[in-house]
């Protein structure tokens, strides 16, 4: 691998200043636009408010990340999310355990559903698109009958977690900061990073400089797989319930947020904190439509067609480093 894949590299060439400010003009200019139409949008509150409703996205979008950058994707997440949740409802309620044993297990679980798509994916070379598709039908199914299809009602065992505290934010939403700053390191500060970025790039490349690149890609699924087990926890913390339909769809707002972010989908190229201001501008919009009284049918056109733009924006990104090099 030439200096050329480093990560750091990458992060220049394809995540310097100037992208970054585009994409905190392109958030800025719809909280302005947002502000002008709704008298109640540019406020503390509501700010805040939209700060600790986003945790749980902004970990899942962590991952996703990492997933796209390998040339793959996990459709399963919004299911593995629930299913982490009612294995957390079933330890606690059915079984009397306490919440950090509870916790762990959940993620755990989760963990361990991430490690099953990423094997499969690599074992057998089938495209992750289709393994995650069918997890995401085991996971709900699993979800489902752990729970009875019913929501588990756990108590605030874990309100801790969403109940603000500083200026009204939620440690939650801290928590979530953490895992952006700490992962944003370790793709482009460490090995492990560079060999992610190299798989997405060339990985026959990758296996020719005598790097397997097989664990490193079932390690990222399991990593997905984690940070939904922890986005389950944050969901739990605001319902103060296991529900077994949660994360329905959530895989698309999170690919959604990804993609606005930067993250190429042909793989090889992400940056953690473009993937946040994605989370941020994908949710400022929703709450902005939703405040200002859109209905949802035209909510899912403007959000679909801003999704086009941003696979559009980074079809021409890619032609156009093509041609550089």
Known sequence: MNASSSPRNAAHNFYG???????????????????????????????????????????????????????????????????????????????????????????????????????????????????????????????????????????????????????????????????????QVILTRTVFGRYLIGIGTNEEAVRLAGINPKPYKVLVFSLMGLLAGVAALFQISRLEAADPNAGAGLELQVIAAVVIGGTSLMGGRGSVISTFFGVLIISVLAAGLAQIGATDPTKRIITGAVIVMAVILDTYRSQRARRRN
């Open 17 to 183: 200043m100037g992208t970054y400010v585009g994409l905190a003009g392109a958030l800025l200019a719809m909280i302005v636009l947002f502000s002008s139409l709704s008298d109640h949008f540019f406020s503390y509150d509501t700010l805040s408010t939209l700060a600790n409703q986003i945790p749980d996205l902004m970990v899942l979008a962590v991952g996703m990340t990492f997933v796209l950058i390998i040339g793959g994707i996990d459709l399963s997440v919004g299911s593995v999310l629930a299913l982490a949740a009612s294995v957390v409802s079933v330890a606690i309620l059915g079984w009397g355990w306490s919440v950090l044993p509870a916790a762990l297990l959940g993620m755990g679980c989760a963990a361990a559903v991430g490690t099953f798509t990423g094997s499969i994916t690599v074992a057998w070379r089938i495209p992750s698109f289709i393994v995650s598709l069918g997890v995401l039908e085991m996971a709900r199914g699993a979800a489902y009958q752990m729970t009875g299809s019913r929501t588990a009602y756990i108590g605030d065992e874990f309100a801790w977690l969403s109940d603000p505290i500083a200026f009204g934010i939620a440690p939650s939403f801290i928590i979530a900061l953490l895992v952006i700053l700490v992962a």
